[in-house]
Protein backbone atom coordinates (compact mmCIF):
# COMPACT_ATOMS: atom_id res chain seq x y z
CA UNK A 1 0.00 0.00 0.00
CA UNK A 2 1.64 3.21 -1.53
CA UNK A 3 1.83 5.92 1.76
CA UNK A 4 3.05 8.68 -0.85
CA UNK A 5 1.58 9.22 -4.06
CA UNK A 6 1.31 10.95 -6.94
CA UNK A 7 -1.42 10.50 -9.35
CA UNK A 8 0.29 12.19 -12.08
CA UNK A 9 2.79 10.22 -14.12
CA UNK A 10 3.52 12.92 -16.37
CA UNK A 11 2.72 16.89 -17.05
CA UNK A 12 3.37 19.08 -20.37
CA UNK A 13 3.54 22.87 -19.60
CA UNK A 14 4.37 25.77 -21.93
CA UNK A 15 7.47 27.87 -21.05
CA UNK A 16 6.79 30.55 -18.55
CA UNK A 17 3.25 29.02 -17.45
CA UNK A 18 3.21 27.61 -14.12
CA UNK A 19 3.86 23.87 -13.22
CA UNK A 20 1.52 22.77 -10.65
CA UNK A 21 2.66 18.92 -9.55
CA UNK A 22 0.54 17.56 -7.19
CA UNK A 23 0.95 14.61 -4.04
CA UNK A 24 -1.25 13.03 -1.42
CA UNK A 25 -0.21 10.63 1.36
CA UNK A 26 -2.06 8.62 3.86
CA UNK A 27 0.03 8.44 7.09
CA UNK A 28 -0.87 11.02 9.11
CA UNK A 29 2.07 10.38 11.32
CA UNK A 30 4.68 12.40 8.50
CA UNK A 31 5.70 15.64 9.65
CA UNK A 32 8.29 16.03 7.07
CA UNK A 33 8.00 16.55 3.54
CA UNK A 34 10.55 17.04 0.53
CA UNK A 35 10.33 17.38 -3.45
CA UNK A 36 13.03 15.85 -5.16
CA UNK A 37 13.85 16.20 -9.05
CA UNK A 38 16.10 13.69 -11.13
CA UNK A 39 17.77 13.82 -14.31
CA UNK A 40 18.39 10.98 -16.75
CA UNK A 41 21.52 9.01 -15.20
CA UNK A 42 21.74 11.45 -12.43
CA UNK A 43 20.78 10.57 -8.62
CA UNK A 44 17.42 12.96 -7.08
CA UNK A 45 18.61 16.02 -6.32
CA UNK A 46 17.08 17.67 -3.13
CA UNK A 47 14.90 20.90 -4.24
CA UNK A 48 12.68 22.14 -1.85
CA UNK A 49 11.43 20.75 1.65
CA UNK A 50 8.48 21.98 4.41
CA UNK A 51 7.86 20.70 7.96
CA UNK A 52 4.29 20.10 9.39
CA UNK A 53 4.01 23.48 11.33
CA UNK A 54 3.88 25.52 7.85
CA UNK A 55 1.55 25.17 4.73
CA UNK A 56 3.50 26.64 2.88
CA UNK A 57 7.34 27.55 1.57
CA UNK A 58 8.95 29.72 -1.03
CA UNK A 59 11.89 29.00 -2.56
CA UNK A 60 12.98 31.37 -5.40
CA UNK A 61 10.58 30.30 -8.59
CA UNK A 62 9.83 27.03 -6.14
CA UNK A 63 6.70 26.96 -3.76
CA UNK A 64 5.51 23.99 -1.98
CA UNK A 65 2.15 24.20 -0.23
CA UNK A 66 0.95 21.56 2.50
CA UNK A 67 -2.48 20.70 3.16
CA UNK A 68 -2.65 18.96 6.42
CA UNK A 69 -6.06 18.21 6.64
CA UNK A 70 -6.30 16.90 2.97
CA UNK A 71 -3.04 14.94 3.35
CA UNK A 72 -2.15 16.72 0.20
CA UNK A 73 0.99 18.78 -0.99
CA UNK A 74 1.94 20.19 -4.46
CA UNK A 75 4.97 22.03 -6.35
CA UNK A 76 4.27 25.11 -7.81
CA UNK A 77 7.10 26.42 -10.64
CA UNK A 78 6.47 29.51 -11.85
CA UNK A 79 7.30 30.35 -14.45
CA UNK A 80 8.64 27.03 -15.83
CA UNK A 81 11.82 27.17 -17.80
CA UNK A 82 12.65 23.83 -20.57
CA UNK A 83 15.98 23.05 -17.99
CA UNK A 84 13.18 22.16 -15.28
CA UNK A 85 12.23 19.47 -17.44
CA UNK A 86 12.75 16.40 -15.39
CA UNK A 87 11.13 13.47 -12.76
CA UNK A 88 9.54 15.19 -9.69
CA UNK A 89 9.64 12.91 -6.35
CA UNK A 90 7.38 13.70 -3.67
CA UNK A 91 8.87 12.49 -0.05
CA UNK A 92 7.73 12.19 3.57
CA UNK A 93 8.96 10.95 6.76
CA UNK A 94 7.42 11.06 10.13
CA UNK A 95 10.33 12.40 12.69
CA UNK A 96 9.99 10.15 15.65
CA UNK A 97 14.25 9.68 16.41
CA UNK A 98 15.37 11.78 13.82
CA UNK A 99 16.95 10.53 10.54
CA UNK A 100 13.86 8.36 9.88
CA UNK A 101 13.70 6.89 6.15
CA UNK A 102 12.04 8.95 3.42
CA UNK A 103 9.12 7.48 1.70
CA UNK A 104 8.90 8.57 -2.25
CA UNK A 105 6.30 8.55 -4.25
CA UNK A 106 6.70 7.21 -7.80
CA UNK A 107 7.71 10.32 -9.58
CA UNK A 108 5.72 12.75 -11.91
CA UNK A 109 7.74 13.43 -15.37
CA UNK A 110 7.29 17.28 -15.97
CA UNK A 111 7.92 18.32 -19.54
CA UNK A 112 8.36 21.66 -20.51
CA UNK A 113 8.10 23.18 -23.88
CA UNK A 114 9.35 25.97 -25.40
CA UNK B 1 32.69 19.69 -2.56
CA UNK B 2 32.26 16.09 -3.46
CA UNK B 3 28.92 14.36 -3.73
CA UNK B 4 27.86 11.26 -2.71
CA UNK B 5 30.11 8.48 -4.64
CA UNK B 6 28.83 5.52 -6.23
CA UNK B 7 31.24 2.69 -8.29
CA UNK B 8 30.47 1.28 -10.61
CA UNK B 9 28.45 3.18 -12.24
CA UNK B 10 27.36 0.23 -14.64
CA UNK B 11 26.94 -3.26 -14.03
CA UNK B 12 26.19 -6.22 -16.30
CA UNK B 13 27.26 -9.74 -15.00
CA UNK B 14 25.09 -13.35 -15.77
CA UNK B 15 22.85 -14.76 -13.30
CA UNK B 16 24.44 -16.38 -10.26
CA UNK B 17 27.39 -14.16 -9.97
CA UNK B 18 28.12 -12.30 -6.72
CA UNK B 19 27.62 -8.20 -7.36
CA UNK B 20 29.19 -5.79 -4.96
CA UNK B 21 27.60 -2.08 -5.15
CA UNK B 22 30.34 0.64 -3.29
CA UNK B 23 29.05 4.07 -1.82
CA UNK B 24 31.34 6.93 -0.08
CA UNK B 25 29.17 9.30 1.79
CA UNK B 26 29.50 12.68 2.09
CA UNK B 27 31.93 13.81 4.86
CA UNK B 28 30.71 14.52 8.03
CA UNK B 29 26.89 13.06 7.11
CA UNK B 30 25.86 9.90 9.77
CA UNK B 31 23.20 8.64 8.25
CA UNK B 32 23.53 6.35 4.73
CA UNK B 33 20.47 5.07 2.96
CA UNK B 34 20.53 1.95 0.16
CA UNK B 35 17.13 2.77 -2.32
CA UNK B 36 16.77 0.51 -5.75
CA UNK B 37 14.52 2.17 -8.50
CA UNK B 38 12.17 0.01 -11.00
CA UNK B 39 9.68 0.65 -13.00
CA UNK B 40 7.06 -0.93 -11.14
CA UNK B 41 7.96 0.26 -7.41
CA UNK B 42 9.63 3.45 -7.94
CA UNK B 43 12.12 4.50 -4.64
CA UNK B 44 12.68 1.65 -2.52
CA UNK B 45 14.76 2.34 0.76
CA UNK B 46 16.47 -0.83 1.18
CA UNK B 47 18.05 -0.48 4.04
CA UNK B 48 19.95 2.47 6.12
CA UNK B 49 22.92 3.12 8.98
CA UNK B 50 22.99 5.64 11.60
CA UNK B 51 26.87 5.93 12.81
CA UNK B 52 28.16 2.87 10.99
CA UNK B 53 25.19 0.41 12.83
CA UNK B 54 22.68 -0.64 10.50
CA UNK B 55 19.01 0.73 11.76
CA UNK B 56 16.20 -0.65 9.55
CA UNK B 57 16.78 -3.70 7.01
CA UNK B 58 13.15 -4.30 6.54
CA UNK B 59 13.32 -3.27 3.29
CA UNK B 60 15.87 -5.89 2.13
CA UNK B 61 13.87 -8.46 -0.18
CA UNK B 62 15.90 -11.42 0.94
CA UNK B 63 18.83 -13.22 2.31
CA UNK B 64 20.59 -12.78 -1.26
CA UNK B 65 21.27 -8.76 -0.38
CA UNK B 66 23.67 -8.00 2.10
CA UNK B 67 24.80 -4.36 2.95
CA UNK B 68 28.03 -3.49 5.14
CA UNK B 69 28.97 -0.24 6.93
CA UNK B 70 32.57 -0.82 7.77
CA UNK B 71 33.64 2.37 8.54
CA UNK B 72 32.20 6.40 8.07
CA UNK B 73 33.07 6.73 4.51
CA UNK B 74 32.46 3.52 2.79
CA UNK B 75 29.29 1.62 2.27
CA UNK B 76 28.50 -1.90 0.37
CA UNK B 77 25.62 -3.17 -0.98
CA UNK B 78 26.21 -6.98 -2.00
CA UNK B 79 23.53 -9.63 -3.74
CA UNK B 80 25.15 -12.96 -3.80
CA UNK B 81 23.85 -14.88 -5.90
CA UNK B 82 22.06 -12.38 -8.52
CA UNK B 83 18.89 -12.68 -10.29
CA UNK B 84 17.38 -10.61 -13.58
CA UNK B 85 14.96 -9.66 -10.86
CA UNK B 86 17.71 -7.71 -8.94
CA UNK B 87 18.29 -5.73 -12.14
CA UNK B 88 17.39 -2.31 -11.20
CA UNK B 89 19.05 1.36 -10.52
CA UNK B 90 20.65 1.27 -7.22
CA UNK B 91 21.36 4.49 -5.37
CA UNK B 92 22.92 5.77 -2.00
CA UNK B 93 22.43 8.77 -0.28
CA UNK B 94 23.62 9.87 3.24
CA UNK B 95 22.68 12.80 5.22
CA UNK B 96 23.91 15.03 8.17
CA UNK B 97 23.85 14.39 11.90
CA UNK B 98 21.09 12.25 13.26
CA UNK B 99 18.53 14.45 15.28
CA UNK B 100 16.98 17.13 12.59
CA UNK B 101 15.35 17.25 9.40
CA UNK B 102 17.60 16.82 7.17
CA UNK B 103 17.63 16.05 3.10
CA UNK B 104 19.17 13.57 2.09
CA UNK B 105 21.67 13.56 -0.79
CA UNK B 106 21.85 11.23 -3.23
CA UNK B 107 24.81 9.34 -5.58
CA UNK B 108 24.45 8.99 -9.56
CA UNK B 109 23.46 5.41 -8.71
CA UNK B 110 24.43 1.93 -10.27
CA UNK B 111 22.50 0.64 -13.10
CA UNK B 112 22.39 -3.07 -12.50
CA UNK B 113 21.69 -5.65 -15.22
CA UNK B 114 21.70 -9.23 -14.56
CA UNK B 115 21.29 -11.43 -17.39
Known amino acids: DQQVKQNSPSLSVQEGRISILNCDYT??????FLWYKKYPAEGPTFLIS?????DKNEDGRFTVFLNKSAKHLSLHIVPSQPGDSAVYFCAASAWVSGNTPLVFGKGTRLSVIA | DAGVIQSPRHEVTEMGQEVTLRCKPISGHNSLFWYRQTMMRGLELLIY????????DSGMPEDRFSAKMPNASFSTLKIQPSEPRDSAVYFC?????????????FGDGTRLSIL
Open chain 1, 27 to 32: NSMFDY
Open chain 2, 49 to 56: FNNNVPID
Open chain 2, 93 to 105: ASSPTVGVNQPQH
Open chain 1, 50 to 54: ISSIK
